[in-house]
């Protein structure tokens, strides 16, 4: 099952920085992810994102 959270908005202009990788956290509550916010950025920032304890069952309702 895939669950569509949030949007990355990155812009992948040939560097390896530029995908939209992300990661969780040992606990499942976290998902941590860098983007350059569609090219608007000359860098890359960081984000998380913090989902509830009973995300899971909120979006099986």
């Known amino acids: ?3 569509r959270l949030g949007h990355s908005y990155t812009k ?3 560097d ?6 992300a990661t969780v956290n040992l606990s499942g509550n976290r ?3 860098t983007s350059n ?3 608007n950025l000359d860098h890359r920032e960081a ?3 913090e989902l509830p ?3 899971d069952n909120k979006v099986l309702e």
């Open 47 to 49: 984000f998380i994102m």
């Open 53 to 55: 304890d009973d995300c």
């Open 12 to 14: 992948f202009d040939g």
């Open 37 to 39: 916010w569609g090219g």
């Open 16 to 21: 390896y920085r530029d995908e939209a990788a």
């Open 31 to 33: 998902i941590y992810w």
């Open 1 to 3: 099952m895939i669950w």
